[in-house]
């Protein structure tokens, strides 16, 4: 079946994701340094053996400098403008936060998500973020424990769906045939 085989791929590539990949730990990632670090071997399934050099950087590369990657390209799908890179989407949040909150924002922030389990991540944001903040912001994260932060997207998300307040924002499909994307900028201008 190919849903079957879509789902062990999928466990294959997770798996290699979290034994092998890593991001870079240093502010600009060199791939000739990266190459002195010993390869990875990693076992597939069939009893393949792979290994795995600086490459296994790359993929924590593109959470740091999306724009790094020629085959992302200059900007995504739909957009006009670049991607923006993890750490400018942090700077920019904590930017946007009233000047007398900034300190204590920068002071809890949350690293949840899939991205956020490869090693040395939050090491790499730390550093990434004090190039780009003011000195008075001394960026500190806050990671819950492995299960819980690989599902606290999903768990965040069903409990906003819950909430009335949100409920209001909902577009149905009706809605959106009968007026279109103008419809998303009027309801959501934010």
Known sequence: RPS??????????ADFKASVC???SELNFDEGKAAIYARERYELPDGTVVMIGPDRFKSGEMLIHPESD?????????????????????????????????REMAQQLILVGGGSLLPGTVERLTKELLQSLPSAL????????????????????SILATLGSFQQLWISRAEYDEHGAALLAARCPH
């Open 4 to 13: 079957y085989v879509a789902f062990q791929k999928a466990q294959v590539l």
């Open 70 to 102: 020629g085959a992302f390209g200059t900007h995504l799908a739909g957009s006009d403008s670049p991607p923006m890179s993890l750490p400018d989407t942090l700077s920019s949040a904590l930017q946007s936060v009233h000047v007398d909150l900034r």
């Open 138 to 157: 001394k960026p500190r994260f806050l990671t819950p424990a492995k299960p819980e932060r690989l599902f606290s997207v999903f768990t965040g998300g």
């Open 22 to 24: 890593r991001v870079w």
